[in-house]
């Protein structure tokens, strides 16, 4: 299973708008509304941002979207803050076996 | 507020057993609605999905790991544990344990992560 492919970094302004890509196959991405997106910062769990698709969990700004087509899913941070500065990843359920494929991550930096 | 927190040595021998603990607070691993889960990350790669056990006793294994990995629960410390053998220097990683929801196979809860490396 090969790995879900991101763009390696992505930048942007305080205030602006960034979108990362998530690209996938017809046996991941394209397959299953079950996409998620995390957020890395060093020293700290993981935080889960974004759930199949385009759900929010409980504490996570409105500045955070998802959405889907085809094999491609991507996350919208909008109104950039200093604290989104992070690294990215996406995961995609896989089918049985495989389960879980992630994104490559993308290192997002605010100007 | 759940809470996963990962144990173990930092440094394995080649061939020998890597062996990791992951502690879960504010949470139970006897709840039927979560698989406890086991994920990596090499230097400078990408995620790797390990495998995850479920209360029930059900365990599933990513395919690239060709056996080597073992994952348990341990009901009465409310901890899951992974084994992985015959570790090599590709093994070396970042491990992560987490929780996924069974209704909606989403990772929602991570551990912070513990590097172990492997070398002589």
């Known amino acids: 299973q090969s790995a879900l492919t991101q763009p390696a970094s992505v930048s942007g302004s305080l205030g602006q708008s960034i979108t990362i890509s998530c690209t996938g196959t017809s046996s991941d991405v394209g397959s299953y509304n079950l996409v998620s997106w995390y957020q890395f910062h060093p020293g700290k769990a993981p935080r889960l941002m974004i759930y199949e698709v385009s759900k929010r969990p409980s504490g996570v700004s409105n500045r955070f979207s998802g959405s889907k087509s085809g094999n491609t899913a991507s996350l919208t941070i909008s109104g950039l803050q200093a604290e989104d500065e992070a690294d990215y990843y996406c995961c995609s359920y896989a089918g049985s076996n495989n389960r879980y494929v992630f994104g490559t991550g993308t290192k997002v930096t605010v100007l | 507020q759940v809470q996963l927190q990962e144990s173990g040595p930092g440094l394995v021998k080649p061939s020998e057993t890597l062996s990791l603990t992951c502690t879960v607070s504010?949470?139970?691993?006897?709840?039927?609605?979560?698989?406890w889960s086991w994920i990596r990350q090499p230097p400078g790669k990408g995620l790797e999905w390990i495998g995850y056990i479920h209360y029930s006793g059900s365990t599933k294994y990513n395919p690239s790991l060709k056996s080597r990995a073992t994952i348990s629960l341990d009901t009465s410390k409310n901890q899951f544990s992974l084994q992985l053998r015959s570790v090599t220097a590709a093994d070396t990683a970042v491990y992560y344990c987490?929780?996924?929801?069974?209704?909606?196979?989403?990772?929602?809860?991570w551990g912070q992560g513990t590097l172990v490396t492997v070398s002589s």
């Open positions: 987490a929780r996924a929801e069974d209704s909606s196979e989403t990772i929602d809860y």
């Open positions: 504010g949470g139970s691993v006897r709840s039927g609605s979560y698989y």
